[in-house]
Nanobody, 113 residues
Framework: QVQLVESGGGLVQAGGSLRLSCAAS???????MGWYRQAPGKQRELVATTTSIGSANYGDSVKGRFTISRGNGKNTVYLQMNSLKPEDTAVYYC????????RGQGTQVTVSS
């Protein structure tokens, strides 16, 4: 059974930074891992995805502010979030698999104005 465990969420003021981490409890390496987010009353939104060879894809609203990276073990993924805005407030979910079919429980990120 695949488990994805996120950490690093919290409360931060606008303009601040947070770093999210996610670890997958499997012995093989996922090709694609990423982050999505969902704010109350809104649809799920792509934040960023990355492949095992390091290519990355970002949602338009976070380009230039967020950076996704993989850990050396390849089953960890990080999201460095800089210049945070109140509209970044959401539950952030780690995903794994080519279709994002595995998802963690989520971690809350709250950005105050």
């Amino acid at each position: 059974q695949v488990q994805l465990v996120e950490s690093g969420g919290g409360l931060v003021q606008a303009g601040g930074s947070l770093r999210l981490s996610c670890a997958a409890s499997v012995s093989f390496s996922f090709n694609v891992m990423g982050w999505y987010r969902q704010a109350p009353g809104k649809q799920r939104e792509l934040v960023a995805t990355t492949t095992s060879i390091g290519s990355a894809n970002y949602g338009d609203s976070v380009k230039g502010r967020f950076t996704i990276s993989r850990g050396n073990g390849k089953n960890t993924v990080y999201l460095q979030m800089n210049s945070l805005k109140p509209e970044d407030t959401a539950v952030y979910y780690c995903t794994a698999g080519d279709r994002g079919q595995f998802r963690g429980q989520g971690t809350q990120v709250t950005v105050s104005s």
